[in-house]
């Protein structure tokens, strides 16, 4: 469904993406898991037509999208990470103007599913400016599932909610994905890809350094992690291969010891030897 080849992209002397390659299926939830500033926003503004890259092509369904943006469009939907809704309006007008836009049939009856799938349609008619930032969140969700695209591009969708939200968010995406929607997520939250992801990309400084489902990425670095605090008040981390071995090492340590299971940080983390932020 997307396949990308060396995508290189720079501002001046900054290297945004350097020679990416990267295949995404269809009906997959494919999440981009990397700091702020790795590449991740630059990488889904080439794929959606608003930047272009410096040298190598970007396609999907075979359609490149550098070349042919217009043929692509309606293949998709993209909920930015920059909040654009129209606070002066309420939520049924912003979604009534986007259709309106693109020229959506039936229009009444898709903002009326649509509303509904992401439990806005009580509040159809109140103003956006007075909306939390999961409802608008979920607005602008809605909105990108509006004109029922193929491909689902969300940029740091649960940027700055509280988990309770956050996890009311993700019940609405694995909703979208089993409609059979291809769905990309960027996100710098852990939790999030691993709640949610089929397979993730990682980046770090516009490269990408690790590809393939959670579990195995986890399962390659080793699945537990022994954890203490030293003298000087840094924590110290080792990765173990299992749980007998994290068990061993711990008895091995005076006290204040902990054994967890490894997460996708600690995968950046021994790859980069620094952390997600």
């Not at 924590?235 to 061993?248: F, N, S, V, Y």
Request: glycine share 8%; aromatic share 4%; charged share 30%.
């Amino acid at each position: 469904m997307i396949k990308i080849d060396a995508v290189t992209k720079k501002y001046g002397t900054i290297t945004a993406l350097e020679h990416i390659d990267l295949s995404i299926g269809k009906g997959e939830i494919f999440g981009l898991l990397g700091p702020n500033g790795a590449g991740k926003t630059t990488l889904i503004k080439i794929l959606t037509a608003l930047s272009r890259p410096d040298s190598g092509t970007c396609a999907i369904d075979g359609i490149d999208v550098a070349a042919e943006p217009d043929r692509i469009k309606p293949y998709i939907g993209v909920a930015p990470q920059e909040n654009n809704l129209d606070r002066e309006l309420t939520a049924y007008e912003n979604l009534l103007i986007y259709a309106m836009l693109h020229r959506c049939t039936d229009r009444e009856t898709r903002i009326a599913e649509t509303l509904k799938r992401v439990d806005l349609w009580d509040r159809k008619d109140s103003i956006v400016a007075g909306f939390s930032g999961g409802m608008q969140r979920r607005l602008l969700l809605a909105r990108s599932l509006l004109t029922e695209p193929a491909i689902l591009f969300l940029d740091e969708p649960s940027l700055g909610l509280d988990p309770q939200i956050r996890r009311q968010l993700w019940d609405i995406i694995r909703k979208t994905r089993i409609d059979g929607r291809t769905v990309v997520i960027t996100t710098h939250y852990i939790e999030e890809a691993e709640a949610l992801c089929n397979r993730v990309g990682i980046l770090a400084k516009g490269r990408l350094i690790a590809l393939d489902a959670p579990d195995n990425l986890k399962m390659n670095v080793g699945r537990f992690v022994v954890e203490r605090i030293n003298e000087d008040g840094k924590l110290i981390q080792r990765i173990c291969p299992t749980r007998d071995a994290a068990h061993d090492m711990a008895r091995g340590e005076n006290n204040g010891v902990t054994v967890r299971k490894t997460n996708l940080e600690d995968v950046f983390i021994q790859l980069t030897g620094e952390r997600l932020e």
